[in-house]
């Protein structure tokens, strides 16, 4: 009877030590394997002045013998971000990704007159300028325990940029696009909230400094911050 009771109370143990370590043992497991990670935020475009584009308006309406009398104008420099992700956590520390974002566009608008051969006549004129690529990076991890986590990310985009103008006068519309790419860098951090060791929930800034080429569609730096959501198997 005592070696049946001893059994049982031996058997009994090693199940609560195999309980007690099956979070450990996750935990372990999660701290390498593959990532997916969706992010949606908000972005500003930096570098990009009114003035400017105003100065861009009258010398493209000069260059049609179409000089420019009455300018009013307005720039809208935010919009919305979208990113997709997919990469590997090769320890609690560092990982590796790809991805393809979307930043958005920025819109100018302008409304006024020109001198048509003498004749004053409406004119209008407007200007977007948009980028979306792909991205190759790493992130540095520094967990706060079991749940919290700041991250750094940094690396490099091919950025698509591409841009659209319309110019009226009276009657008369022209409108064209054009896009080029672009290499530059990105980098920003994060901080976020792990649940039950597979999500992640965080708020993450990147800066993507100076896409687009100075010499075709020009370039602007961007700020994103992004609302993510990941998950890590």
Do not use: C
């Not at 919290?148 to 064209?176: C, I, K, M, P, Q």
């Amino acid at each position: 009877m005592q070696h049946r009771r001893t059994a049982r109370l031996a058997r009994l143990l090693w199940v609560l030590v195999g309980l007690a370590a099956m979070p450990v043992a996750q935990a372990q497991y999660l701290d390498r394997g593959w990532t997916m990670e969706v992010g949606v935020g908000k972005t500003r475009f930096q570098d990009v002045e009114q003035a400017g584009l105003d100065q861009l308006t009258r010398d493209f309406f000069d260059s049609f013998a179409l000089p420019v009398q009455t300018l009013a104008s307005t720039l809208d420099t935010r919009d919305r971000s979208l990113a997709l992700l997919a990469g590997y956590r090769f320890n609690r520390w560092l990982a590796a990704d790809v991805g393809f974002f979307s930043l958005g566009s920025f819109q100018y608008a302008s409304t006024g007159t020109v001198d048509d051969a003498g004749t004053v006549r409406p004119s209008a004129f407007t200007f977007g300028y948009r980028v979306r690529g792909v991205s190759v990076g790493g992130t540095a991890t520094l967990p706060l325990g079991r749940n919290l986590e700041l991250r750094a990310r940094a690396g490099f985009a091919n950025s698509d940029v591409s841009v659209r103008y319309t110019a009226t006068v009276g009657t008369d519309t022209l409108a064209d696009k054009f896009s080029d790419t672009s290499q530059d860098l990105y980098y920003g951090v994060g901080a976020g909230f792990v649940v039950w060791d597979y999500y992640r929930i965080g708020v993450d800034y990147l800066h993507h400094d100076k896409v687009g080429k100075a010499s075709g569609t020009g370039t602007a730096s961007v700020d994103n911050v992004m609302l993510t959501l990941g998950f890590r198997y």
